[in-house]
């Protein structure tokens, strides 16, 4: 947001430099982030002295040449070659002297340099309009008025606008301070805590009256909750035309460019007061009559930038008796506004619902002065009072009358807030305790009422029109801003306690399995927890009703809280595939969010992404696709390191996966995983295979804390392997042998562990072949072939009973 220092000063009348004025601003929260030179003519006029032409003479060797002395009020004339037409003896001219800088019309600096023109000393130039930036003209020297002294700065002549614009970060909660009067009151409360006191000066209106009630436009507010006030006037007999000097410069200097005298008003109260204004031209109110309502669904509506549109059944629109004029607190229609030949206007001044007006201008992805302040919350209190100010200053510029009284739409007030401050809750906060006399005043220089005082606390009133200080702790940084964070000193003693914390905490088994993934080169992502409401459409799994909602989305694509992080993490995906990164490994932390019938609920989770190679290709080494089993072993080992290990599988529930499984542990589900559905991947321009696995952090965390840790010494006594080549139907499972397996031999079997799955011609229809390797282990001697054997006879004879297996 820019801000013109010029007319800041009209507020409040500093003499402190504009360095230090962006210093204190800045501490009071309104960052400065830089401040630009503002000159109504490029270069200011610097260096341009008010000559008069002494002598004028043929140039000997140029006809279209001549030789001139002029007088600029020194010592000695200067003699100037001079090429234009009109020159001539007895002139006053502006003359630029050497080492001026002037500009081309595109912008381009050159400098006057002493020199000679065909053999003639030349020490200046006599300047035309558009060399000096004063005009378009180039027909000859700009000749001045007679009564002009010689000598004058060119600068003081034609009355130069000089000023040093703010660039101002405003952040979205200082809606107080979307204007020059916005800001010039937190500088008036700045500089009182420098013990300056300066006046705080307003517009005056008292001159405001009706002329003549020739033009009465009835009013009809059909959407109260939409717009809460509504105010209108009309002017008639004004004439359309540019805007005066100081006007346009006011305008130009915050990087706005001028239109005409009606609509430059309007905009320059916008930036006055931080009130917007729209003018209708009242010829063009059908019926003399103003509808604000919302329209049909579909509705077309062509606004000020030629763009046709259609409307949603949400969006607030001014109306006449026919049809709709303008979109509520975000644009204007093409067929309503001032042109050349308004000579009657409705003007408008209304305060709208911010919601409303956000949601309106995103769906229609419009961004202007108006909604940028309507949005953020605008003062209700000040419109009528910024109608009247608007009426006058058109009234000035433009002539005519005011033909109506003032419309006021407002049945149901908006309240103040009302809060309590606690002087020791002050103190915590802060950490110091400022005198309560202070408080008091920084808090009355902020316009914060303050209705009763005890030794304890403070009753107070805010402003409507300070949406953002609704509580105490607000009410304390308000006064500590003003106050002064720097004055704020810094203790010499730092106070610590330790804790006692669960090795189960939860970001301390984040970063174990962050640090555990990582080395797999998995990398972690952060989506954002808003998102769109058309994913929900990809599942039957999710819920449109159990959405948790944005009041004041930021756009169509962030209205809800994500309730999976399957669709954020596609993002990611389809983001780094479209950038030619096909083999990824990702992975997140992140939360869920629900809204049930008695309820709203946030859970926890990890989400893994696996696509593409497994590594990067080299020519020692083929290209190795990631598959369901690279999935599957990446989740092991991360339960693993938390020591879960008794995994519980059976067949995934969720309909985003064409194929996957689930680990439970007990009743608690862990994690379910597979691979995505290509219907899933479509919408996301995902053509390649993604596996997707989302475990479950809370219950993660909940069976961690239950898993006790045993410690064991390194057994001294060799392992002894041996593999069976089984001959099994091709129904049976790994897991099914492996249960055998350990119920067989409880204290002496180790693993088991399947190293070859063989199914080919070879074989018997309807059978494969599996070779499984037992690690066997006796921690206290080391085992003879004859325990040994005894072991395997006993799996080889439990396979053949109960799986009905072969050994090849």
């Not at 053999?119 to 060399?131: F, K």
């Not at 330790?498 to 998995?522: C, M, P, T, W």
Request: with cysteine; aromatic share 8%; charged share 25%.
């Amino acid at each position: 947001m820019k801000i013109s220092y010029n007319w800041l000063k009209q507020f409040i009348n500093t003499d402190w430099d504009a360095e230090k004025t962006g210093d204190l601003l800045t501490d009071l929260g309104l960052e400065i982030e830089g401040i630009e030179t503002y000159e109504s003519v490029k270069g200011g006029l610097k260096g341009i002295i008010v000559g008069e032409v002494l002598t004028c003479e043929q140039h000997p060797n140029a006809d279209r040449l001549k030789v001139t002395t002029v007088n600029i009020g020194t010592d000695a004339p200067l003699q100037i070659v001079c090429g234009a037409p009109n020159v001539a003896a007895g002139q006053k001219v502006p003359v630029a002297t050497i080492g001026t800088t002037l500009y081309t019309a595109e912008g381009e600096a050159w400098k006057i340099k002493k020199g000679k023109i065909r053999g003639e000393e030349s020490h200046g130039m006599i300047c035309a309009e558009d060399e000096l930036g004063l005009g378009e003209s180039h027909d000859g020297i700009m000749v001045l008025d007679d009564a002009t002294l010689v000598g004058t700065l060119a600068a003081d002549l034609f009355k130069i606008e000089n000023d040093q614009v703010f660039e101002i970060g405003l952040t979205p909660n200082r809606a107080d301070a979307m204007s020059h009067f916005g800001v010039a009151r937190d500088l008036k409360a700045g500089l009182l805590q420098k013990e300056v006191s300066l006046e705080l000066i307003t517009p005056s209106v008292s001159s405001y009256h009706v002329d003549a009630r020739a033009l009465k436009i009835d009013v009809d507010v059909q959407d109260l909750e939409k717009a809460p006030r509504y105010c209108g006037v009309t002017i008639s007999d004004l004439k359309v035309e540019p805007s005066p000097a100081w006007l346009q410069h006011r305008l130009k200097s915050i990087g706005l460019a001028p239109i005409n005298n009606i609509v430059d008003a309007t905009n320059y109260v916008l930036h006055e007061l931080g009130q917007p204004l729209h003018a209708f031209d009242a010829d063009k109110i059908s019926g003399n009559k103003i509808e604000v309502k919302t329209c049909e669904a579909g509705t077309k509506f062509t606004t000020l930038d030629g763009v046709e549109r259609e409307l949603h059944e949400d969006d607030l629109m001014i109306c006449d008796a026919k049809k709709p004029m303008c979109i509520a607190g975000v644009f204007g229609g093409l067929d309503s506004g001032v042109s050349d030949h308004t000579t009657r206007i409705f003007l408008e001044s209304a305060y709208f619902n911010p919601v409303s007006v956000r949601k309106t201008a995103k769906r229609h992805a419009l961004n202007t002065d108006a909604s940028f302040r309507f949005e953020r919350g605008i003062d209700p209190n000040i419109t009528e009072y910024a109608l009247k100010r608007a009426a006058l200053l058109i009234i000035e510029i433009a002539g005519g009358e005011i033909t109506s009284d003032i419309v006021d739409a407002y049945p149901k007030k908006i309240k103040d807030f009302e809060v309590r401050l606690s002087f020791e809750n002050a103190k915590k906060l802060i950490g110091e305790e400022i005198p309560k006399e202070t408080i008091k005043s920084i808090l009355t220089s902020l316009d914060i009422k303050v209705n009763n005082v005890t030794e304890t606390g403070l009753g107070l009133t805010v402003p409507a029109y300070r949406n953002d200080v609704q509580r105490e702790a607000d009410i304390i940084e308000e006064i500590l801003r003003v106050y002064g964070y720097n004055n704020i000193a810094t203790t010499t003693k730092l106070n610590a306690s330790i804790s006692n914390s669960s090795r189960f905490e939860d970001y301390k088994l984040q970063n174990v399995i962050g640090n555990q993934l990582a080395s797999q080169g998995f990398y972690e992502i952060m989506a954002n927890s808003l998102t769109s409401p058309k994913y929900i459409e990809l599942s039957d799994d999710l819920n449109e009703e159990h959405n948790v909602k944005m009041l004041n989305p930021l756009s169509n694509d962030l209205e809800v809280m994500r309730q999976s992080l399957l669709f954020s993490g596609l993002e990611a995906v389809a983001h780094n595939i479209n950038r030619k990164r096909d083999d990824l490994k990702l992975f997140e932390f992140g939360k869920t969010y629900h809204h049930y019938s008695t309820s709203r609920e946030e859970h926890k989770h990890l989400s893994l992404f696996v696509t593409g190679n497994k590594a990067e290709e080299r020519w020692n080494s083929k290209a190795s696709q990631t598959d369901f089993f690279y999935l599957k072993g990446s989740i092991v080992v991360a339960l693993e390191r938390l020591g879960l290990t008794k995994l519980k599988t059976s067949p995934v529930k969720s309909d985003i996966f064409s194929e996957g499984m689930s680990f439970s542990i007990g009743k608690k589900k862990m994690v379910d995983f597979g691979l995505v559905k290509k219907s899933v991947l479509k919408p996301f321009g995902i053509s390649q295979n993604v596996l997707f696995a989302d475990f479950n952090w809370d219950n993660v965390i909940e069976m961690a804390k239950h898993n006790k840790i045993k410690f064991s010494p390194i057994p001294k006594y060799p392992e002894v392997r041996r593999d069976f080549a089984l001959l099994l139907d091709d129904k049976i499972t790994f897991e099914e042998i492996d249960t055998i397996a350990k119920q067989t031999e409880r204290n002496l079997l180790k693993s088991v562990n399947l190293f070859d799955v063989y199914e080919g011609k070879k074989l018997p229809s309807g059978k494969k072949s599996y070779a499984v390797s037992f690690i066997l282990q006796d921690e206290n001697k080391t085992l003879n072939d004859k325990q040994i054997d005894k072991i395997m006879s006993k799996l080889q004879s439990n396979f053949e009973t109960k799986l009905g297996a072969e050994l090849r």
